[in-house]
């Protein structure tokens, strides 16, 4: 088997999103499939493990992507360099958004000894790539990016199998029977690394308490350093299972729930790859049709057109934050209901007509 090396170098979600790609470049070229070893940030490595077709996982934090940025030192440069001659690479695919460069870790990656090297890139790349796609001209920017990775991976010779229909995958989904409880039940994630991207604390707990009175089991999920927010999203109802999770056990307790409620965050994209519904709080920071939770049944809730919209700001710049807080907690417990009896309402469907 040939070793063929996909990077994507951001978030979990980010990660989850190029699962399709990974999958093509690891079914191969003329039935002969690749051992794929991935290159991730510190944030996308768990994500990473989940993927099918990937072999290996190697984890360096990139100075143009990681955010703070580590400084560059010749050891750390070094540090990748040598990974890639050590496991004898010679080919690599290199996935990134649309504001991002592939030309740097391209230079890297040509230092090491890797031969051939596909990438999308806006600015001339010489001799850095051997296939270079122009977006905007090769392909439309527009369009999910689990599509525009797996774009990437076809112009360097690798496409899905006829029997891969292209959704979201992770592997190895556990039974969290034991710590959700077997009885079916909503799941609810209220954080966002980005705080642009959150629905106001108080507004889940009131969705919480109204999904409860209709008849729902709420769980909600966080991180160790979310507890506060989950003990004050569950309140004395809901199960509390922040801090308790990690990105694998989480998987289970995302599969194992009748929909979702989490805004434009990892677990969205988690959700999505487990198979389960979204009731998607999106704020228009960044534009759904490439980030909405990839095809699964999806409620897209917020103000798409807000003042903040395509900024990608990470605070939001508008006071009160209006894209996400004018959304009433009654809305999402009729969302949810929608995707409960498998109805998605019309703005959805327009929002998110490419996904």
Not at 44 to 66: E, K, R
Not at 203 to 227: D, K, N, S
């Amino acid at each position: 088997m040939s070793r063929v090396l996909v990077a994507r170098l951001d978030s979990a979600g980010d990660v989850l999103l190029a699962g399709p790609a990974v999958r093509a470049v690891a079914a191969g070229r003329a039935g002969r499939p690749n051992e794929v070893l991935m290159l991730c940030g510190p944030q996308g490595t768990a994500a990473a493990q989940l993927l099918p077709g990937v072999a290996d996982v190697f984890t360096w934090a990139s100075p143009w992507i990681v955010d703070p940025a580590p400084p560059v030192t010749e050891d750390h440069i070094a540090a990748l360099c040598d990974w890639v001659r050590g496991r004898r690479i010679e080919e690599a695919v290199i996935l990134t958004s649309f504001h991002q460069s592939p030309l740097p870790l391209a230079m890297l990656l040509r230092l090491a000894g890797v031969e051939r090297i596909t990438a999308a890139s806006t600015d001339y790349a010489g001799s850095l790539l051997d296939m270079r796609l122009k977006p905007g001209e090769d392909f439309p920017e527009d369009q999910p990016e689990a599509e525009r990775a797996l774009q990437i991976a076809a112009a360097a010779g690798y496409r899905l199998p006829a029997n891969d229909d292209g959704r979201l995958r992770v592997r190895d989904v556990p039974d969290v029977g034991w710590l959700a409880g077997t009885e079916p039940y909503v799941a609810v994630h209220p954080g966002a690394a980005v705080p642009a991207r959150a629905w106001p604390p108080l507004h889940h707990a009131a969705a919480v308490e109204l999904l409860i009175a209709a008849g729902y089991r709420v769980v909600v999920t966080g991180g160790p350093a979310e507890a506060e927010l989950t003990a004050t999203v569950a309140g004395p109802d809901g199960l509390d299972l922040g801090g308790r999770t990690d990105l694998h056990s989480l998987a289970g307790v995302l599969a194992g729930a009748s929909a979702v409620v989490t805004g434009n965050t990892g677990p969205a994209h988690l959700a999505a790859a487990v198979g389960t519904p979204v009731v998607s709080l999106f704020a228009p920071v960044v534009p759904a049709v490439r980030w909405a939770p990839y095809k699964v049944p999806l409620e897209l809730l917020g103000d798409q057109n807000a003042p903040c919209r395509l900024s990608r700001a990470r605070v939001c710049p508008v006071p009160g934050h209006p894209c996400l807080s004018g959304v009433e907690p009654e809305e999402v417990v009729a969302a949810v209901q929608r995707l409960t009896t498998g109805v998605t309402s019309l703005p959805t469907r327009r929002e998110t007509r490419n996904a």
